[in-house]
């Protein structure tokens, strides 16, 4: 069975460094995101991708974070410069061309900011 | 409550009963979803319920929408300790472009079936 997969699973960075959470969604879906969720908190939506441009973004994604499919497979997560607050785990998902739309998550980059 | 808020917030069952949690959400919808999360796990989609249904099934899974209350519940019949994790429910709203749906989440309720 297709599945989105995510890498890699745990990410430890410095405060101020940049970080790329990579992943590779099902091969015919078109829509893409990105949500996070800090330790103990809800899953947050950062931001929606379709078409090659961003589609939906939260107040959460600002411009210290940017995505981008670099290929016709790849999807990537940016962190500029990294702060303590951006630890979490962060989850890609997608999502197929016709409705009910269904999002299928990978399983997710942990990232530690030290 | 806020958009896509469980309850319980923790549940304990035996194996063999029934387990029920509740969500409530605020605004309109197009969909809504379930997700299991074990522990430190990523997140599986379980049954989508669309807000022109009210009752949908999936093996021993039950889930129910009431739009009018703005409530859905989902069932798990039969529990088994497998089934012990954290399940959200996740409601779709259109995005404003209306192009596709972001995914709101609830806080979850943590579900521990003893053998």
């Known amino acids: 069975e297709p599945e989105v997969t995510q890498t890699p699973s745990h990410q430890v960075t410095q405060m101020g460094q940049e970080v790329i959470l990579r992943c590779v969604p099902i091969?015919?879906?078109?829509?893409f995101y990105w949500y996070r969720q800090i330790l103990g908190q809800k899953v947050e939506f950062l931001v929606s991708?379709?078409?090659?441009?961003?589609?939906?973004k939260s107040e959460i994604f600002d411009d210290q974070f940017s995505v981008e499919r670099p290929d016709g497979s790849n999807f990537t997560l940016k962190i500029r410069s990294t702060k303590l607050e951006d630890s979490a785990m962060y989850f890609c998902?997608?999502?197929?061309?016709?409705?009910?739309?269904?999002?299928?998550f990978g399983p997710g980059t942990r990232l530690t900011v030290t | 409550s806020q958009q896509g808020e469980e309850d319980p917030q923790a549940l304990s069952i035996q194996e063999g009963e029934n387990a029920t949690m509740n969500c409530s959400y605020k605004?309109?919808?197009?969909?809504l979803q379930w997700y299991r999360q074990n522990s430190g796990r990523g997140l599986v989609h379980l049954i989508l319920i669309r807000s022109n249904e009210r009752e949908k099934h999936s093996g021993r899974l039950r889930v129910t929408l009431d739009t009018s209350k703005k409530s859905s519940s989902l069932l798990i019949t039969a529990s088994r300790a497998a089934d012990t994790a954290s399940y959200f429910c996740?409601?779709?709203?259109?995005?404003?472009?209306?192009?596709?749906?972001?995914?709101?989440f609830g806080k979850g309720t943590l579900l521990t079936v003893n053998p």
């Open positions: 091969s015919n879906h078109l829509y």
């Open positions: 996740a409601t779709a709203s259109l995005n404003s472009g209306g192009s596709n749906y972001k995914l709101t």
């Open positions: 998902a997608s999502s197929g061309s016709g409705p009910p739309y269904e999002q299928y």
């Open positions: 991708f379709y078409n090659n441009e961003i589609s939906e």
């Open positions: 605004t309109s919808i197009n969909n």
